[in-house]
């Protein structure tokens, strides 16, 4: 079975523009999160996705979004990118059979670069 | 509020070396996960193992064995043997339920980067 997807796997922007990241879920996989990783703040929770609704929310302003497809693959969004916004990101997938014994499967990131 | 520390920012050994990585944790639950996560160099997050609170038997998996303990806060991992392939950053991470929504979102320690020298 393949793993989670995302693509791109690199992206170099400039502040000010607007980014759009994809990622594929692993094939019966329901839920999707979104995580931020830098070297400062490590790994950092951005928003979870389970049957096209944001369920859970980290602590990120709001130019960052996502969204869910009904096919489960999902969306993020960075609005207005700051150098700051520089980061590798990261999705995971989820089954949701038993809600509290879910284990994320990561895909490979992301790499941004904000100039 | 959950929290994960990982003390140790960075390990070197040589290659047949035992190695133990530490991670201590605080949560108000009484139900929850603890999972380790493997980065290596190409970034990937792999999935190594998840224990439930309510399980405090020891794990073993070929290299890799962890030691949960709840009465220390701590799900420590020790790679036997260590090699070069082991070299990563290894991260903990602790899920629990989210008040307002009863959905869990990973808290992530800081990792611990292991060299394994030849």
């Known amino acids: 079975k393949a793993g989670v997807t995302q693509t791109p796997r690199y992206l170099i922007k400039t502040r000010g523009q607007q980014v759009t990241l994809s990622c594929s879920p692993i094939?019966?996989?329901?839920?999707v999160s979104w995580y931020q990783q830098t070297p400062g703040q490590g790994l950092q929770f951005l928003f979870e996705?389970?049957?096209?609704?944001?369920?859970n929310k980290g602590n990120f302003p709001g130019r960052f979004s996502g969204r869910q497809f009904s096919n489960s693959r999902s969306e993020m969004n960075v609005s207005t990118l700051e150098l700051g916004d520089s980061a590798l990101y990261l999705c995971?997938?989820?089954?949701?059979?038993?809600?509290?014994?879910?284990?994320?499967?990561f895909g490979p990131g992301t790499r941004l670069t904000v100039l | 509020a959950q929290k994960v520390t990982q003390a140790q920012t960075e390990i070197s050994v040589v290659e047949k070396e035992d190695v133990t990585l530490d991670c201590v944790y605080e949560?108000?639950?009484?139900?929850?996960?603890l999972f380790w996560y493997k980065q290596p160099p190409s970034g990937e997050l792999v999935f190594l193992i998840r224990?439930?609170?309510?399980?405090?038997q020891n794990e073993i998996s070929g290299r890799y064995s962890w030691n949960f303990q709840k009465s220390t806060s701590s799900f420590n991992f020790t790679i036997t043997a260590s090699q070069v392939v082991d070299s990563a950053v290894y991260f903990c991470?602790?899920?629990?339920?989210?008040?307002?929504?009863?959905?869990?979102?990973?808290?992530f320690g800081s990792g611990t980067r292991l060299q394994v020298q030849p």
């Open positions: 995971a997938s989820s089954l949701e059979q038993q809600a509290r014994a879910d284990t994320q499967y």
């Open positions: 996705y389970f049957s096209e609704t944001q369920r």
């Open positions: 094939s019966g996989h329901r839920s």
């Open positions: 224990r439930n609170s309510f399980d405090e």
């Open positions: 949560t108000r639950d009484t139900t929850y996960y």
């Open positions: 991470a602790l899920s629990e339920a989210q008040e307002d929504t009863g959905r869990r979102a990973l808290t």
